[in-house]
Each structure stands twice: as structure tokens, then as C-alpha cells.
């Protein structure tokens, strides 16, 4: 090999790694937190629960026709499914999970909006739950898909 090829290959060889180390520093870290924190504050009486809504994607609460779209209300002590013609919804599975959405805890992250495509919870991809009530602002719980 002659002396020539031998610098030009050196050259790009380390104009490569240079490349490489550039890219790993310009590589942004997602700040983490290491707290456990309550989900829901402060804490929900499941007797004042008047409805929930569980929806898909970016759909707005208000949008109760739409397919992906599920609207629960307590009517006369029994939970109906409003979305599939007024059906009466399992009690042994509704109340056993609001009786567990009073007790989520769950480890804080980061409070950058920017990063929450990446654990699934980005309004787009994630599930999301809200809990009317009698009285009050209801509560809206997002939970990554």
C-alpha cells in the first residue's frame, strides 16, 4: 500500500470516530426523578362517582358517539354502559377497579411534556380515563397503551 492511501485512510478513519464521539455527546438524557408519588390527589370517594369515560387517542371527552369511546354512568346504584345502549356493566369488575385507582402510586419520571410519546402516554397513543362526579371537577387519568 503506498504511504498516500495509507494518510487518506487514517484521515477518514479518524474523521469517522470524531463523528461518532460528536453524535453521543449531542445525545440528550431524559432527567428522571426518583420519588414514588401519589397518582390521584386527593383521595377519591368511589360513592361520589357519577360516570367514567375511557376513550382512545386524542378524542376529546365531550366526543361520547365516537367508536373508540366508552361512557360508563351509575344510574339507580348499577353501572350501564351508555355506549352500548344502556347494557348493565359488571359490578364485580367496575368497582374493584375504582376501588384500585384510589391506591395508584407511581414513580415520577419527568415533568417534560416533550417525553411522554416515549413511555406511551402522549395524548395521541395513550388510553385515557376520566371520573365524573356528583360534584366537583372530574378527574383525568392517562394511561400509556
Known amino acids: 500500500m503506498k504511504e498516500k492511501n495509507l494518510i487518506i485512510l487514517c484521515v477518514v478513519f479518524a474523521v469517522l470516530v470524531s463523528i461518532i464521539f460528536f453524535k453521543k455527546s449531542l445525545k440528550t438524557e431524559v432527567p428522571t426523578t426518583e420519588e414514588i408519588v401519589d397518582i ?4 377519591i370517594n368511589n ?8 376513550w382512545l387517542g386524542a378524542n376529546s371527552s365531550s366526543e361520547t358517539d365516537n367508536a373508540k369511546t366508552v361512557h360508563l354512568a351509575k344510574e339507580n ?3 350501564v354502559v351508555k355506549t352500548q345502549y344502556g347494557v348493565y356493566g359488571s359490578e364485580s369488575i367496575i368497582t374493584p377497579l375504582l376501588e384500585q385507582l384510589d391506591q395508584l402510586k407511581g414513580e415520577l419520571r419527568s415533568n417534560k411534556k416533550e417525553i411522554l410519546s416515549d413511555y406511551g402516554i402522549a395524548d395521541e397513543e395513550a388510553v385515557h380515563v376520566e371520573l ?11 394511561v400509556g397503551t
Not at 40 to 43: R, Y
Not at 132 to 142: D, K, T
Open 47 to 54: 360513592d361520589n362517582i357519577t360516570g367514567i369515560l375511557l
Open 132 to 142: 365524573l362526579f356528583q360534584q366537583g371537577e372530574p378527574i383525568h387519568l392517562v
Open 40 to 43: 390521584i390527589k386527593p383521595s
Open 77 to 79: 346504584e348499577h353501572w
